[in-house]
């Protein structure tokens, strides 16, 4: 087996076992299965082709760390989806969310400390991030209400009005204020999915997290706006003697969310990862 591909493929077994792992203690329904290995595909397949792009011949140290995670957003998937049907163990559930979410610091000093930091890391480590969000604000839906999804969903929001609005697709400056939001969104869903809170308490902190992302949202989308080009540069062909633009480039590798809060990159030139990046 290729070198590019052991890292995808071992990560998409360890899921199949995770997953195999709880419907043999906890249970999981038919469509539980399919989420969490419909995710692990998914993901395999994009870090494959990222892998390819780029023309690296492995995983770093790193993205193992975050590859771990990634199985464990997995397992967490296929639990919320097992829970459309029943009550959803939350003693399984939260466990396995807050591991994922502090191994979301180791990945980012273990690529610091190894000198492995990469782009494709670091949109990596960031999916997989977007996407526990997202799991997570389905699954205090029923507890606070329909309107918790937004809190995942804005990120993709940001994305497809990135492929309708030209000057949504602008690089953003730092902000450590987006690194505030990042790392409290999971935290405060983490609790209220715990269900350890009164129901009021727990429907002040998701808004609490949805004006801390709208803010930051807004921010960032004005940023934009008010920097946008006003006289775009007409395109040229590119011929053997006229250099392709680096702003060109693809981006790193289309997976299915919310930066990291220990941004793996400081610096990345890649355009639209940056500018998909607002919180």
């Given amino acids: 087996m290729s070198r590019v591909r052991t890292g995808p493929v ?16 906890v249970g999981l329904d038919v469509a539980g299965w399919l989420a969490g ?29 975050t590859l771990a995670r990634g199985v464990l957003v997995g397992g967490v998937t296929a639990l919320v989806v097992t829970g459309f049907s029943g009550p959803t163990p939350l003693s399984v559930l939260v466990p ?47 507890v606070v209400g329909p309107w918790v ?20 697709r602008g690089t953003l400056p730092p902000r450590f204020w987006r690194k505030v939001v990042a790392a409290t969104q ?17 429907a002040v902190l998701a808004a609490v997290s949805l004006a801390l992302l709208v803010e930051s949202f807004g921010h960032d989308v004005g940023w934009l706006w008010w920097h946008r080009s006003t006289r775009p540069t007409p395109a040229v062909a590119p011929t053997s003697a006229t250099p ?14 919310v930066p990291s809060v220990r941004p793996r990159v400081d610096a990345v030139t890649d355009r639209s990862f940056v500018a998909h990046q607002p919180v």
């Fill in 10 to 25: 071992l990560g998409l077994t360890a899921q199949t076992v995770l997953l195999a792992g709880l419907a043999a203690t």
């Fill in 37 to 65: 290995l419909g995710y692990g595909v998914v993901t395999c397949v994009a870090l494959q082709r990222g892998l390819r792009r780029r023309g690296v011949d492995r995983l770093g140290p790193a993205d193992r760390v």
């Fill in 96 to 142: 396995m969310t807050a591991v994922a979410l502090a191994l979301d610091a180791v990945d980012g000093w273990v690529a610091r400390r190894t000198g492995t930091a990469s782009a494709l890391g670091a949109r990596f480590d960031m999916e997989v991030d977007a996407f526990l969000i997202l799991v997570l604000s389905v699954q205090v839906a029923p």
């Fill in 149 to 168: 999804i937004a809190i995942g969903g804005l990120r993709y929001a940001f994305v497809v009005a990135g492929w309708l609005l030209p000057w949504m």
């Fill in 186 to 202: 999971g935290v405060l869903l983490l609790v209220v999915a715990a269900d350890v809170l009164a129901r009021p308490v727990t």
């Fill in 244 to 257: 392709v633009p680096v702003a060109l480039v693809p981006s790193v590798v289309a997976l299915p969310s």
